[in-house]
């Protein structure tokens, strides 16, 4: 079935620091998103890329998709405390069902 | 900035009962999504809905689960006879197409005993 994995699955950094995560997933799809989740709260979309893109940007956060690989990535720059969350990809099967990961979860300490 | 609201944000029901999730989504959206997540696991999807009706549904939608849109703003999702193993935060999704940015409403805990 089609799954967004996340890793690493768990990521401690230093206030500043660049925090990148990975995903990866196994069939083909329209598009890819990213989603932060903080704890026991909702889900906060960050950014789309679509299946035609590369690489995309929105403030501080930079994603990548290689298609080929079937992976993307998501970094932060200069991160700071209030980034500490879960990150999830999530991914479409070109249909109407979509798939989160398991998540990245970001400890930034300030 | 519109959202999507969902209500109640907890709802504690005896295990066998029915219950009703509520979600109002974002106006000019036309596609809704419900999504659970068992406390420490990831969200899952549970089914897509467009024009008035489902437009896929994973392998947990069974039979004891629907959806509908009865008067055109709110979206639901009726759990008939709940079981210990639906307790989980469900998530109420809107999109303004099939393939653009899901957004997610802030949750209903559902605790089943």
């Known amino acids: 079935s089609q799954q967004g994995e996340e890793d690493p699955q768990a990521l401690s950094i230093q206030e500043g620091e660049n925090a990148t995560m990975n995903c990866s997933y196994k069939?083909?799809?329209?598009?890819l998103q990213w989603y932060r989740q903080n704890s026991g709260r909702g889900l906060v979309h960050l950014i789309l890329?679509?299946?035609?893109?590369r690489e995309k940007h929105s403030g501080r956060l930079r994603v990548t998709l290689d298609t080929s690989k079937k992976s993307s990535s998501l970094l932060i720059t200069a991160s700071r405390a209030a980034d500490t969350a879960s990150y999830f990809c999530?991914?479409?099967?070109?249909?109407?069902?979509?798939?989160f990961g398991t998540g990245t979860s970001l400890t930034v300490i300030p | 900035e519109p959202e999507v609201t969902q209500t109640p944000s907890h709802q504690v029901t005896q295990m066998g009962q029915e219950v009703i999730l509520r979600c109002v989504p974002i106006?000019?959206?036309?596609?809704f999504y419900w999504y659970r997540q068992i406390l420490g696991q990831k969200v899952e999807f549970l089914v897509s809905?467009?024009?008035?009706?489902?437009?896929?549904k994973s392998e947990i939608f069974d039979d004891q689960f629907s959806v509908e849109r009865p008067d055109g703003s709110n979206f639901t999702l009726k759990i008939r006879s709940t079981k210990l193993e639906d307790s989980a935060m469900y998530f109420c999704?809107?999109?303004?197409?099939?393939?653009?940015?899901?957004?997610f409403g802030p949750g209903t805990r559902l605790t089943v005993t």
């Open positions: 999530a991914t479409d099967d070109r249909g109407n069902q979509f798939y």
């Open positions: 069939t083909s799809i329209n598009n």
């Open positions: 890329i679509r299946s035609n893109e």
């Open positions: 106006s000019n959206h036309l596609y």
């Open positions: 809905f467009y024009n008035n009706e489902i437009s896929e």
């Open positions: 999704a809107t999109a303004l197409q099939g393939d653009y940015e899901q957004y």
